[in-house]
């Protein structure tokens, strides 16, 4: 089992950043074995994809709708991924969830291709 806890969401202006982290634990993790992604899920709608980062973290995907203004990278030394946000706008506000899977080694943009999800951080941008 791996456990995935995320961090850093809070509330800001239209502009400003935010840094979001997820470490992961368990207790035969071997972090470098898992791709990780970042979803966010507004009020009343779907689930959607943000970003996603390979195994090693040298293949990285980005939703059309932060590319340019949303960087994924990780750390698996650390055990954790983290997601800057810069130029944050009000429709960037949402619950941003984490997730991780053993199974593919690049990038993967499907929620069902995820095995292991965190409880979500909230991030709420205002105008």
């Known amino acids: 089992q791996v456990q995935l806890v995320e961090s850093g969401g809070g509330l800001v202006q239209a502009g400003d950043s935010l840094r979001l982290s997820c470490a992961a634990s368990g207790r035969t993790l071997t972090f470098s074995r898992y791709t990780m992604g970042w979803f966010r899920q507004a009020p009343g709608k779907e689930r959607e994809f943000v970003a996603g980062i390979s195994r090693s973290g040298g293949s990285t995907y980005y939703a059309d709708s932060v590319k340019g203004r949303f960087t994924i990278s990780r750390d698996n030394a650390k055990n954790t991924v983290y997601l800057q946000m810069n130029s944050l706008k009000p429709e960037d506000t949402a619950v941003y969830y984490c997730?991780?899977?053993?199974?593919?080694?690049?990038?993967?943009?499907?929620?069902?291709?995820?095995?292991?999800w965190g409880q979500g951080t909230q991030v709420t941008v205002s105008s």
């Open positions: 997730a991780a899977s053993p199974r593919w080694s690049g990038v993967r943009y499907g929620s069902s291709e995820y095995d292991y």
